[in-house]
């Protein structure tokens, strides 16, 4: 077992290429900065969590990677992120075309208040008019990838507002999985969720890894030891330390870490 | 023991507190039991009158709403008092469709304007705007409608410029800005993780207004439409100013008509308390009662449907 933890992340840090590389990233609410300066870089089919106690800048720089803070006003960002090696914060980068590369899933689960099926297809009629076909099957595939079809599959033009917290999550996941990004953020997304529930997805966030790049902002520390490869720690907007997730946990390099690991703040 | 006895004693009396909330909720019942009496009493009144006409009068109900002679003081062949309401409910109902037709699109436009393209310009600008159009009185509304949109109608269509169109054009302006500011709520009722959840999905943000916000807004839109259909219906002064309240069946759009309100108001002042042709009178305030409560309905209606997403 100890021998396993050992080598562990040398084998996930060779194994895939990285996909998201963020350089010197800062951002400001008006004149408060809110990160300062982080440097991160996500591999490819690998589980990422951020961690780190409330109001330290993880899921502000979740936001950074989809361009979502563009939205609020009075946030200024600097610094460079680039997927695939490309700037997303270039001016010839289309947003549009970014989020459905980048996926996002929201903390409070937040579809729709149409149909599961329209929820489900929202992204795909965005682009065209896909046939009835491509969208059935779309549909199936999607909400079996996010392991909610047996519960829905016979209401599926029912409202998706009807169904439990924890559906309603994934039915969210399902819509995001249908627009098929490289990557899928994920805010918290099991906070606002019971314990089965979150299990639930949690499971089938490990299953979507083969597919996906996942990048998870989370504030329940035994689910970020249990499923991701590796573990982004973030305090006061600032990037602590980041590591293999058995490293940050058993081993991690910073007193701030180890602090925070054992529960002596946060 | 001295001392228990008056604890006990003050907790079996009722205290000050307690004796002001009961007050509290004797004045309260009062006030709604005097609304209740009043809306309830003009119903009976309105009825009672209105009813008089068909039972008293031996008019005939059929007639009210199929025949179009309005001359409720002679009587026809069989001695039924001439009360064909009919010009007046096409006339009421046109206006009340035309200008809701026109005016819907307008609404939804400032409305996205003003929640979801430009809020600040939208608060600063436009909302002053709105609330000032609200305030204007409609006898005012009336009078620009006789004194610009009249002359404008007869020289641009034909006519003598009274008529249905000119109706519409005064109630346009005047439901505009009730419609505007409803269908602003509704908008703006709409979660902001809708949005958020669109654009995340690759949404463009004219794509996130009409496939998300504007859905998810229907119910509250709709009952903005209503809403300013029941002002539109009810709506006395202005219309009778530039509609030309002749009680014949509109031709076409420039004809002089007239509608229920125009007929009432116009009708008041020259009869006697009792006549038939007063009686007659009372039968198009039912039907306008009815009429607004039937819009009240639908508002309800639709309000309860949309809670339940």
């Known amino acids: 077992m100890a021998m396993a933890i050992a080598s562990a992340p040398q084998q996930t840090a060779v194994a895939t290429p990285p996909i998201i590389d963020s350089h010197d990233v800062h951002l400001w609410y008006g004149t408060n900065e809110a990160l300062k300066g982080i440097n991160l870089t996500f591999h490819e089919h690998e589980i990422t969590a951020l961690i780190g106690p409330s109001g330290c800048g993880k899921s502000t720089y979740l936001r950074t990677l989809n361009r979502m803070n563009d939205l609020i006003p009075g946030v200024t960002i600097k610094g460079e992120v680039t997927l695939k090696g490309q700037d997303i914060y270039s001016s010839s980068m289309d947003t549009v075309a970014l989020r459905k590369e980048v996926g996002m899933v929201f903390q409070q689960p937040n579809p729709f208040p149409f149909s599961i099926y329209d929820n489900v297809t929202y992204g795909l009629r965005l682009g065209g008019k896909p046939s009835r076909e491509e969208l059935d099957e779309a549909v199936e595939t999607s909400l079996r990838q996010a392991a909610v079809w047996e519960d829905v599959k016979d209401k599926l033009h029912d409202s998706a507002l009807a169904l439990s917290g924890g559906q309603q999550q994934r039915v969210c996941i399902a819509r995001v999985l249908a627009v098929k990004p490289d990557v899928i953020l994920l805010d918290e997304p099991t906070s606002a969720l019971d314990p089965i529930s979150s299990s639930q997805i949690e499971n089938m966030l490990v299953n979507l890894k083969k597919d996906y790049t996942i990048i998870l902002v989370t504030h329940n520390m035994s689910q970020a030891s249990r499923i991701s490869d590796r573990t982004a720690f973030f305090l006061q907007g600032n990037l602590i330390e980041y590591d293999d997730t058995k490293t940050i946990f058993l081993n991690p390099h910073k007193k701030e870490t180890e602090d925070y690991i054992s529960g002596r703040f946060g | ?309």
């Open chain 2, 1 to 309: 023991m001295q001392q228990q006895d008056k604890i006990r004693e003050s907790m079996l009396k009722p205290s000050q507190a307690s004796k002001r909330e009961r007050h509290g909720k004797i004045l309260s019942f009062a006030a709604i039991s005097l609304i209740v009496i009043v809306v309830v009493a003009i119903f009976v009144f309105v009825a009672t009158r209105g009813i008089a006409t068909f039972t008293v009068d031996k008019g005939n109900l059929w007639d009210f709403f199929t025949k179009t002679t309005w001359n409720p003081g002679q009587t026809d062949k069989s001695g039924h008092p001439l009360i064909g309401a009919l010009p007046m409910i096409v006339g009421s109902f046109a206006v009340t469709l035309l200008s809701a037709v026109v005016a819907t699109p307008f609404a939804i436009a400032a409305a996205i304007y003003m929640v979801e393209i430009s809020p600040r310009r939208g608060y600063k600008i436009l909302q002053p705007v709105i609330e000032l159009l609200v305030g204007i009185p409609s006898v005012v509304y009336g009078f620009v409608g006789l004194s610009l949109i009249v002359p404008f109608v007869r020289t641009h269509f034909g006519g003598t410029g009274f008529g249905i169109l000119a109706g519409t054009m005064v109630l346009f302006v005047m439901i505009l800005p009730t419609v505007t500011s409803m269908s602003v709520d509704a908008l703006r009722a709409v979660p902001r993780y809708y949005r958020e959840a669109s654009l995340a999905l690759g949404a463009t943000r004219w794509q996130t207004i009409y496939k998300v916000v504007l859905r998810a807004a229907v119910p509250g839109i709709m009952t903005a439409v209503i809403f300013g259909m029941s002002r539109a219906f009810g709506e006395a002064l202005a219309v009778q100013m530039v509609i030309g309240n002749a009680t014949l069946l509109p031709q076409n759009l420039v004809s002089p008509s007239s509608t229920l309100t125009s007929i009432l108001t116009m009708g008041m002042g020259n009869s006697v308390m009792g006549s038939v042709s007063n009686n007659a009178l009372w039968s198009l305030a039912l039907l306008l009662l009815l009429m607004s409560l039937l819009f009240n309905i639908l508002i309800h209606r639709i309000s309860k449907k949309g809670a339940l997403h």
